[in-house]
Structure formats: C-alpha cells, structure tokens
T-cell receptor, first 114, second 114 residues
Framework: AQSVTQLGSHVSVSEGALVLLRCNYS??????LFWYVQYPNQGLQLLLK??????LVKGINGFEAEFKKSETSFHLTKPSAHMSDAAEYFC????????????FGKGTRLSVIA | NAGVTQTPKFQVLKTGQSMTLQCAQD?????MSWYRQDPGMGLRLIHY???????DQGEVPNGYNVSRSTTEDFPLRLLSAAPSQTSVYFC?????????????FGPGTRLTVT
C-alpha cells in the first residue's frame, strides 16, 4: 500500500524567503508523485508532477520539486515566497500503472508573512 | 470540453435524508474517483472506478454508494446522511497511457448535514 507523509501541518515563512514543504512517500513500486495547491474555498490545482525522466521537476508559479528515490522524498521548494503563495499544499502518490487512485498527504498550510 | 463537472456546488441536508452528488466528465477517461476533504485529514478516497460497470471501495466507503453505468458519469449516493458526512467532496477522472498520466479534479461539492 502507498502512503504519503507531509512533515508540518503549518509552515510560516517571510515574504522573499525560501519555501520548503516536505513530502515523504512509501511505495513498493515506482511511484508517480504530485503536488497540488488549494487556495481558500477553491478546488485543487496541479502544481507539478513526476512520472519519469528528470528527477527535478519544475511547475507553475516558480515551484519545483526533486524526486529522491534513495530518500523516498519529493520536497517542494520555491526560492522566494510571495504573499500569493499562501495556500494549502498537498503531496500525492500513485503507482505507475495509473490504475490506482491518488493517495494524498494530510496537507501543509503555508502562511507568508509580510 | 467542460472537463469534470460536479453538481450541486453546495447542499444542506438533514440527518437521515438521502441525496446523490453528480459527477460527469467529457474526456472519455476510464478512471474516476470520489474523495472527501476534511480539515487536517487531506483528501481521502471514498470509492473509485476503473471503467463502466466496475467500482471499488477506497479508504472511507461506509455510508456511500456508487455505480458506473456509463464512462461519463460517476454519481455518489448518500443513503442516510449523518453529520459525520459534512465535508467537501471532490470527483476526479484520470487518463494513463504509457508514461503519460493526467488527472483532473472537479470544483467540489460542499455538503453540510445538520
């Protein structure tokens, strides 16, 4: 069975500071990995995903994530936080068959302080 | 191409009432799923379907029924609503072929059971 652990239910950073949101996964087979963002009272928006190939994945809004198989991690980073980045972020995993549903982490709420 | 649509957007039910949350997609995706989102719990899988006529239970199936008579539609039924089913419900559809994996989420249905 697959699982996702997001370290820190709430992360607070200053505007302009580095954003680092941690995600570790457990999977017995090669995974597909995803980061989603949810702004208040809105739906889910895909930030980026890793399926195969380059382990450093670039997404929208300046975010990127690196798949590290040896560490079973897929941490999300952004060099400089903006006020508009304040939202909830979800890491998710699926297997490479595509026939298993996404398993989500519990989410990390990002606050950005002016 | 409307993507994944969900109706209604909001619903208030009394305990014991029944209702159906509608989900439809126009992308001819075989794979569809239902999630519920609760604060601090992330998204948890209720039921999913890998094609018309095939459904399976997810992590939190109790109190919910599904059927998949067509590729396009995947309704979620609450037979006897309980306050514990107050949540935001998301429907998703996905497509996989080789190394390509695409998942699309609906806008969500916010359900309150009193």
């Amino acid at each position: 069975a697959q699982s996702v652990t997001q370290l820190g239910s709430h992360v607070s950073v200053s505007e302009g500071a580095l954003v680092l949101l941690r995600c570790n996964y457990s999977s017995s087979v090669p995974p597909y990995l995803f980061w989603y963002v949810q702004y208040p009272n809105q739906g889910l928006q895909l930030l980026l995903k890793y399926t195969t190939g380059a382990t450093l994945v670039k997404g929208i809004n300046g975010f990127e994530a690196e798949f590290k198989k040896s560490e079973t991690s897929f941490h999300l980073t952004k060099p400089s936080a903006h006020m508009s980045d304040a939202a909830e972020y979800f890491c998710a995993v699926s297997d490479q068959s595509g026939n298993t549903p996404l398993v989500f982490g519990k989410g990390t709420r990002l606050s950005v302080i002016a | 191409n409307a993507g994944v649509t969900q109706t209604p957007k909001f619903q208030v039910l009394k305990t014991g009432q029944s209702m159906t949350l509608q989900c439809a997609q126009d992308m001819n995706h075989e794979y569809m799923s239902w999630y519920r989102q609760d604060p601090g719990m992330g998204l948890r899988l209720i039921h999913y379907s890998v094609g018309a006529g095939i459904t399976d239970q997810g992590e939190v199936p109790n109190g919910y029924n599904v059927s998949r008579s067509t590729t396009e539609d995947f309704p979620l039924r609450l037979l006897s609503a309980a306050p514990s089913q107050t949540s935001v419900y998301f429907c998703a559809s996905s497509y996989t072929s080789g190394r390509v994996y695409e998942q699309y989420f609906g806008p969500g249905t916010r359900l309150t059971v009193t």
